[in-house]
């Protein structure tokens, strides 16, 4: 089965891809995909299918609508047979481009036909995706009509998987306690599910009690666990819990994988902790397994942060090599670029993610447009503005956003103040608010107000910030302290504020600080 986690720090660390009967979950970062259906004729379609070498292929490039049956026909047809490893392959292929109903039509078709003798994890398969497009009651009625020998471990732990997935605590810690009662072990994906819907700030206080009880059901935690635990409190913007989870991971002497040092890598550059960053990145260069787009991505996006030009244009030469560049990937790059300064290289790759990708999303835009902004190009960002809406789309509140950190870079604080008013005007899910680019946005505006000494509207975008936890970096805190200091006011509350904030004083907080005590009266 296949779950997905959001956190998304530029959009970017969100998702938590799962194999069932699998030992191990992996971690990836979440991209949004775009799944392109075959509109062709029939008679195209055979000729396609023909010329397909994999049985995947063919179920793959099958259109919309038409019947599974006629690809496994053209298979066997020309003569190959339909084994167990080709539909697994197929079944985690099309798990990954999330094509349920597809996956769920090949296993009811193995199942009908039996091309070979079903086992457990054929069951399992069909168990998944029945619950995933018919819902838990579904589920259950198929589980009771599953043959007894296969009504087992593997079994049971799915169909908790299977409730987590559609948020059903209760019932999936019924079917534990089940598990318990007829001796089977339980699976640390079904803890692993149970954290990640219980991550949010709401539910947070009882992960401690799931990890004890994964404890005293002798459950190993796996590294995904402890990448999950990390994740969590990457989200939260806790550097120092973030260390201490994966010093707990060390010391249960769990091997950290590429994964885990993405983690940790990208959280210490978001807080400006570039030396223990490039530790980190080093790391990820050390343990990463062959050619992984994700995982490129993400060294992308850290060496932009640490100003290594060198090393961003080495890791796009690697993902151009792959067979297919997404365009999540030319965004990330645009970005990367931008941050080191190199606005025209940054314009070279949005032209040739116009040529070869097209423009589909406002997401495209917003990737040049916030380079253009940070730059302090706003002509030509409200230039490129003008041309979402060529393309059916609308500018969101993160373009409004981006914008208005143009207009201040121009020194158009008007511009600037009625632009953020209109992106206040546009819905914004949490998600977007608490996300990377937002929060180093609405940052950088609060840097521009705090040189001016305009304590009122750095303060009321501090306020954002606050609510995204991001104010728990010191650095946050002591650009409102510098608006305090450019205004020439005391306020004696500041230190506290920044203290049960969560954020620690640092050297620069003290000097700030010492300097609002002359506007003491």
């Known amino acids: 089965m296949q779950t997905l986690i959001s956190a998304n720090k530029t959009n970017i660390f969100g998702a938590i891809r799962r194999t069932i009967g699998s030992s191990t979950w992996t971690i990836y970062p979440a991209q949004p995909n775009c799944y392109h259906y075959c509109s062709q004729t029939s008679n195209n379609s055979d000729e396609n299918l023909k010329e397909a070498t994999t049985l995947c292929s063919r179920i793959e490039m099958l259109p919309r609508g038409d019947s599974i049956g006629s690809a496994f026909q053209s298979w066997m047809g020309d003569g190959f ?5 080709g539909i697994f392959h197929t079944i985690n292929r099309l798990r990954k481009r999330r094509r349920n109903k597809r996956a769920l039509e090949v296993m009811e078709w193995v199942i009908r036909e039996r091309p070979y003798r ?3 994890l054929d069951y399992s398969y069909l168990l998944e995706f029945t619950t995933k497009l018919h819902g838990i009651s579904q589920g259950e009625r198929l589980f009771s009509r599953v043959p007894s020998e296969f009504q087992c471990e593997l079994l049971y732990n799915n169909l908790v998987i299977a409730c987590l997935d559609k948020g059903n605590i209760t019932l999936s810690l019924a079917y534990m306690r089940k598990i318990r009662e007829l001796g089977y072990s339980i699976s640390h994906l079904c803890f692993n599910r149970l954290i990640i ?3 949010c700030a709401a539910r947070k206080k009882a992960i401690p009690k ?6 005293a059901d ?3 935690p796996h590294v995904s666990t402890f990448n999950i635990l990390m994740k969590i409190e990457a989200n939260q913007h806790n550097i120092d819990r973030l260390v201490n989870v994966y010093e707990d991971m060390k010391r249960a002497k ?10 940790l890598g990208t959280a210490h550059a978001e807080a400006r902790l570039y030396t223990v960053c490039e530790a980190y990145v080093e790391a990820i260069e050390k343990c990463m397994t062959g050619k992984n787009w994700s995982t490129l991505d993400i060294l992308i996006m850290l060496y932009g942060y640490l100003g290594k030009r060198k090393e961003v244009e080495r890791k796009w030469r690697s993902l151009q090599e ?4 997404k365009s999540k990937s030319f965004e990330l790059a645009i970005e990367a670029f931008g941050r080191i300064g190199e606005v025209i290289r940054s314009e070279e790759l949005w032209h040739e993610m116009k040529t070869k990708q097209g423009l589909k999303s406002t997401e495209q835009f917003n990737s040049m447009i916030s380079v253009y902004c940070k730059h302090g190009f706003v002509s030509k960002a409200t230039e490129l503005c003008k041309d979402i809406e060529k393309i059916g789309c609308k500018p969101n509140a993160i373009t409004y956003r981006h914008l208005a950190l143009g207009f201040l870079k121009s020194g158009l604080v008007n511009e600037a103040l009625q632009t953020l008013e209109q992106g206040m005007h546009h819905t914004t899910i949490t998600k977007i608010r608490q996300s990377t680019p937002w929060l180093e946005t609405t940052h950088s505006m609060v840097d521009i107000f705090a040189e001016k000494g305009d304590v009122e509207n750095a303060e009321k975008l501090f306020d954002e910030l606050k609510k995204a936890n991001y104010t728990k970096y010191t650095f946050v805190y002591n650009t409102l302290i510098k608006a305090y200091v450019k205004a020439k006011i005391d306020d004696p509350k500041l230190l506290r504020r920044m203290i049960l904030g969560g954020a620690r004083p640092d050297s620069e907080t003290y000097s700030l600080l010492k300097l609002t005590e002359q506007f003491r009266t």
Do not use: D, G, W
């Not at 799931?210 to 404890?215: A, N, P, T, V």
């Not at 769990?254 to 983690?263: R, Y």
């Not at 792959?322 to 560049?325: A, F, G, M, R, T």
């Open 81 to 85: 047979p339909v084994q167990r490893a």
């Open 118 to 120: 079903p086992k457990q």
């Open 197 to 199: 819907l219980h991550s």
């Open 210 to 215: 799931i990890l004890k009880q994964m404890r």
């Open 218 to 220: 002798k459950v190993t």
């Open 254 to 263: 769990v091997e950290p994988n590429e994964i885990s040092f993405c983690i």
């Open 322 to 325: 792959l067979p297919h560049v």
